[in-house]
């Protein structure tokens, strides 16, 4: 006889360990092991059958893997997370005792840890890591506007603001933007980094707005950003070694010596800071790459994937021709706009940029300036008494998002100040078959097909509706014919039945099609309806947003 | 102990005056036993006086422990709350417990007694003891946290025993060592280590570490990664969904939300997340105008939440069509001949009509139902129809002439009951028709076709067969009997007739037109009896009946006979008298079942729904199961000749698909509906009941619950 089999001693059932568990083998408390479970990027999984992994239970538990918790035990931050539980305690003691040397001493030695091996471990290659940044910048953006709270000491916001400034030098630097969107959530930007699509939010321009310990807890953000901080930290050293840009940024030259006399109280480094902060200067570079950037690509015979090619070298034209967008253009801002979003799409697309020098350092050009080809303003300037010149548009900054994301100079004459402004379209939606497309954007999807509509949007659904009525009137005709007079006994020549070729071709190939439904194998019979019923619930949907459109803008 | 000490301490300025006695007095402490002190009352001893005047206590003038009556030490008093006495004295002999007075008495003494404030209880003793002045200030004195002792001064002189000044001469004459003159020699060599140690620079004066984080190259190369130990089966975290138009600032107005939708967003503010949007989109007129959104930091939140708290698992996202779903199978234009349209309509019963069947030749069909007539009493017919043969075709084309043209009724039979099932006999060379007549098997022969074939039969069934070596057993004769020669019934075109003990659901014959089966259901073990014609014999193919059963089919071509109960379908070989198979149809309730006539295939219908074809050379599991009936599926024939078979359903639709079975082994068959027949209409929850095949023609015919006939060729 052979040894008698337990149950749950192999197969799912020996899988996954629930978070008491894990404690408990761990012999961590239950905020430690959280803080490690983010710093290490520990998750709980889902198993394929919950029942055999609980051991039989069906409540729902938090499952982690037994690998992931084996492999927790030998991080040494767990030592340190132990060690820091110690100083807590003695610290507290030395407190109540008023042992104000030894808390000093104690504090001096506080134990810290380094999370430089597990940004290595958690991501493999660069890639990897820059795949990851999503969440990391969004994150790091937004601790960056944070006052110090208690659970978020100032030095972490001050290292979130240099490091988020760093990124966005880079993203100038290295014209990688690609798409922008002013949400009213915040700006997302949309960046091409290493072949990755990252994308980030950055809140509106606001003060912090207090909340409250029941929805938001501080201190699990503080430790996600204590790990995203030492992230990006390595991925900006390594991004502005890539593009030969020297790291810890430098400005090419402090320009002005009037600037310079009017650093006042400021000292030196405070002086650089701002003027990294102003996003307006470029940084210095290790060595000068070649000013395209852009590698020519070979032209190759044409093959099968002619097409295929041939739309690649479409985008990548696209793709240079954006990164020189704003090439030669010079645009002063008015006080009143979002002046770092601005500057920085101004200026990772080729632009110069300036503000009155009031508003925030680094300045470059006052307004005044006679070769200033843009004024984005956000107010009606006519009305106040400022001397308006010609030689420049006075526009809204919605004409800078939506330049970029066509890729295109947009005609000014939409966004004039004071102009009601063309809806803008989330550069972000890709529309499947029979969703709904905003008659705008299949105008401007129409025009970079090269089909010219002039005039009306909805020509073609126009036609459609059309159609239907001259049915209805045939019939109408027909029923008033018959109830107009009784006809006299007569016999009409008879008519050959008109057989309708099409319509029967299509019936039948219709039924044949039914007929093949019939057959779909039972496994995926369901998934067949389902899909059916998405496409119907999304054409329905569709169907719905042209009928508000009808309404509200005939 | 202490307190006599204390006194000690206190007066040692003085010469002591204490009674030697007192000084080692060893209970002292034991205020309430020192009764000697009652003689100095005045010094500050204790006054303690029986309440209760007993002088036994007290007569003894000393505090020894042995004194102490009461023997049983220091316990709980309360365990002697049971007994009369509370202990023993020295001699052994019982303490009684005092006299205890009621709470009256206990009233009493607070109202009279003027000591009763301070009268405590003795619980060794059990009396009561009056506390003395001295006692109840000592108490005082405790309680106001002053010191206990009223004759204590805590501001008497402070005696400088040992003075400030320093005296001429000293009070040891000793002089000092020389080490307190000379510097500690193991002090220098202790810092002339430290001091050697930073000179070579191992000792660093304390620095604070820099808070600030310094970053390096982490990774040498963009995509090579360095072997070390990972997390086990990473899933990234999938990104956050990317904004839609609606969540733009100025958005296309017919993202904003009109009344309805918004109501429908205030309704759902219970569970938010069946929302469509988790904001309101809202359009403002200049960027300058938006607000800062309240829910930022409690989304960014959220989303810190999902990465380290949602459980992850690999999904599979399918990136088909649904159309790719759908089986390509050849074109039914390929696949012709099958019947397409309505030819002809069969009309003439008034009821359900729940069988027909085909003569051998093509050219008639018997149909049975159960016609409820003028006088609501029910009168059975056969009708026996002419079916229009090749010749007349093409008259037939269109099915508003059929009625007058040929759907004409040859001839009808009444037989009193409800017929169950109508089986025209294969045999060429009879002319029979089996019915099942509630428990009756009737054998009629309806005497149409050729006329020497009609008269062949009724003179060959004219005489019964001789039975007189037979005698058949009791289980049988109960089942089914032979009716003995009727003229009447004879007349009637009835040749035979068997009655059984229960209702006959259905007739089968056998290929070669002697044998055929009957099927009783509520028969139990005696459900299935084979009856032969020529013989007039009867006999139970099974001793058991493994179920209740449904139908029952003969092998077109192998001794093989075919027993159908609720769930599976029995192979039984007639000549080893074994079973041979059992299919497992996988569905709750058969309702019919159809050979393919090369008897390698077997259709199976069912009432769930389902059509269940099997291959026998294959498997025991269906090799196909048709779903593509809306309801119960009641009737399935395959054709004799065309790779054709039908179902027919109470959802009124007949189903004609081609089923090709190849000669090649290798080759499965090839399943493919190819139409979709609807004519009947529903009548009491049943549409068609039963489904069947012309003989040589692509043709099939289905008879259904609104008492019709339908001809679709």
Known sequence: MGKIKKKFESGEGSLYLTRKQALRKLQLSLKMFRRLCILKGIYPREPKNRKRAQHGSTEKKTLYLKKDIQFLLHEPIVWKLREHKVYLRKKGRAKALRDYDGLKRIMDNKPTYSLDHIVKERYPTFVDAVRDLDDCLTLSFLFSTFPSMRFVPGGVSALCRRLTLEFLHYVIEARVLRKVFVSIKGYYYQADIKGQTITWIMSHNFGFQPQSPDEVDFRIMATFVEFYSTLLGFINFRLYHGANICYPPKLTAVNSGTENEKLGALTEDEFMEERIASLNQTIIRIQEDNPDGAVEVDEFPAGEDNEKLAEQRKELDRVNRLKNLFNGLKVFLNREVPRESLAFCIRAFGGTVSWDSGLFAGATFNQFDETITHQITDRNMQSTEQTQYLSRYYIQPQWVFDSINSATLLPVENYFQGAVLPPHISPFVVEREGDYVPPEKRKFLDMEKGIVTTGEVFTTEEQKTTEPEIVKTKKSKKGSKVESEPVPMAVERGMAEVVDLMKQKDDETKEEYRLRVMMIRNKHKRLYRRMMESRKRRNKEAEKMVKKRKKVAP | ?713
């Open chain 2, 1 to 713: 102990m202490k307190r006599t000490t204390k006194t000690r301490g206190i007066v040692a300025a003085e010469p002591p005056s204490i009674d030697p006695l007192e000084e080692f007095d060893p209970v002292s402490s034991s205020e309430e036993n020192s009764p000697h002190k009652n003689d100095d009352a005045n010094e500050g001893t204790f006054i303690i006086q029986d309440i209760n005047l007993q002088p036994r206590e007290y007569d003894e003038d000393s505090s020894d422990e042995e004194d102490i009556r009461n023997t049983i030490g220091n316990i709980p008093m309360n365990w002697y709350d049971e007994y009369p006495h509370i202990g023993y004295d020295l001699d052994g002999k019982k303490l009684m417990k005092p006299k205890q007075g009621d709470k009256l008495d206990d009233f009493l003494r607070r109202m009279e007694d003027p000591d009763f404030w301070k009268t405590v209880k003795d619980r060794q003793t059990g009396q009561n003891v009056v506390l003395s002045d001295k006692d109840v200030d000592l108490i005082g004195r405790i309680q106001s946290a002053n010191v206990p002792d009223p004759s204590f001064d805590e501001y008497a002189p402070w005696i400088d025993w040992f003075s400030s000044e320093v005296m001429d001469t000293p009070l040891r004459a000793m002089p000092p060592s020389k080490a307190s003159f000379l510097p500690s020699k193991i002090e220098k060599m202790k810092i002339s280590k430290i001091v050697h140690a930073i000179k070579m620079g191992w000792i660093k004066p304390p620095q604070k570490p820099s808070t600030e984080k310094k970053f390096y190259m982490l990774w040498d190369s963009d995509d090579k990664a360095d072997s070390i130990r990972r997390i086990h089966n990473h899933i990234p975290a999938p990104k956050t969904r990317l904004p839609g138009n609606a969540e733009s600032y100025n958005p296309p107005s017919e993202y904003l939300l009109d009344d309805e939708e918004l109501r429908d967003w205030e309704a759902k503010s219970d569970e938010p997340w069946k929302r469509r949007y988790n904001f309101i989109p809202q359009k403002f007129n200049s960027l300058r105008e938006v607000p800062a959104y309240q829910n930022y930091i409690k989304e960014r939140f959220e989303r810190c939440l999902d990465l380290y708290l949602c459980p992850r698992a690999k999904k599979m996202r399918l990136t088909i069509k649904a159309e790719e779903l759908v089986p390509q199978l050849p074109s039914p234009k390929d696949l012709q001949p099958f019947p397409t349209v309505l030819a002809v309509e069969y009309k003439g019963h008034t009821d359900m009509i729940r069988s027909i069947s085909m003569e051998l030749h093509g050219q008639f069909f018997a149909s049975g139902s159960d016609d409820g007539t003028v006088k609501s009493k029910k009168y059975i017919y056969i009708y026996i129809v002419f079916v229009n043969t090749m010749e007349n075709i093409c008259l037939t084309c269109y099915f508003l002439v059929w009625e007058v043209a040929t759907g004409r009724c040859v001839k009808t039979f009444k037989l009193g009951e409800t017929v169950r099932w109508v089986e025209w006999c294969p045999n060429k060379s009879l002319s029979l028709v089996a019915v099942a007549v509630d428990s009756d098997v009737v054998i009629i022969n309806p005497g149409v076709g050729d006329k020497f074939i009609v008269e062949k039969t009724d003179t060959l069934l004219a005489e019964p067969p001789e039975l007189s070596n037979f005698i058949s057993n009791e289980r049988m004769v109960v089942a089914a009997q032979w009716e003995p020669f009727d003229q009447e019934k004879w007349d009637l075109g009835i040749r035979v007739m068997i009655r059984h003990f229960k209702p006959v659901r259905q007739v089968t014959w056998h290929g070669r037109g002697d044998y055929f089966s009957v099927v009783m259901p509520d028969g139990l073990n005696r459900s299935v009896i084979i009856h032969q014609l020529s013989t007039r014999r009867s006999q139970f193919p099974l001793n058991r009946s493994k179920g209740l059963i449904q139908c029952v089919l003969f092998h077109p071509i192998r001794p093989y006979f075919f027993i159908a109960t609720q769930l599976h379908v029995r192979i039984y070989d007639l000549v080893k008298q074994e079973m041979v198979k059992k299919l497992m149809t996988s569905s709750k309730w058969i309702s019919s079942l159809a050979i393919h006539p090369g008897g390698d295939n077997v259709i199976v219908g069912t009432y769930d729904k389902k059509v269940v074809w099997f291959d026998l050379d294959l498997s025991t599991k269906p090799y196909q199961t048709l779903r593509f009936h809306g309801n119960a599926v009641r009737s399935v024939a395959f054709h004799k000749r065309y790779p054709l078979f039908a179902s027919g359903s109470d959802d009124c639709s007949l189903i004609v698909s081609h089923g090709m079975v190849y000669n090649d082994l290798l080759q499965n068959p090839l399943l493919v509906p190819v139409k979709k027949l609807r004519g009947h209409e529903k009548f009491n929850d049943f549409g068609i009941l039963s489904v069947m095949w012309h003989n040589m023609q692509p043709w099939v015919f289905s008879s259904g619950a609104d008492s019709t006939i339908k001809l679709y060729t």
